[in-house]
């Protein structure tokens, strides 16, 4: 069963405190930048998919705004609209 984004998300920032907890425990230095490198890797991640569920409530939301402009019947090819049959230039 796939989680929700809202999980995934929550899960995300978990591992990422776990990583900077990580990170503060070590003193060699390569350690500590590897582990603030995933660190940052799942802030990304947590981010991104905050982002992907805006953008998602955003196109919802405005779906029935305002049709899209590419789906708008194209007048000049309509014979009803245009009985001479003249293309436009």
């Known amino acids: 069963m796939l989680k929700k984004v809202a999980d995934e998300i929550a899960d995300c920032y978990r591992r990422?405190?776990?990583?900077?907890?990580?990170?503060?425990?070590?003193?060699?230095?390569?350690?500590?930048?590897?582990?603030?490198e995933l660190e940052s890797s799942w802030l990304?991640?947590?981010?991104?998919?905050?982002f992907t569920e805006r953008l998602r409530?955003?196109?919802?939301s405005s779906a029935g705004a305002q049709p899209d402009p590419r789906e708008r019947p194209n007048e000049f090819l309509d014979e009803s609209r245009n009985p001479t049959g003249l293309q436009p230039k």
Do not use: I, M, V
């Open 16 to 36: 990422a405190a776990e990583a900077r907890e990580k990170a503060e425990r070590f003193t060699d230095p390569d350690f500590k930048r590897d582990f603030l």
């Open 44 to 50: 990304f991640l947590a981010r991104s998919l905050e």
């Open 57 to 60: 409530a955003f196109q919802h």
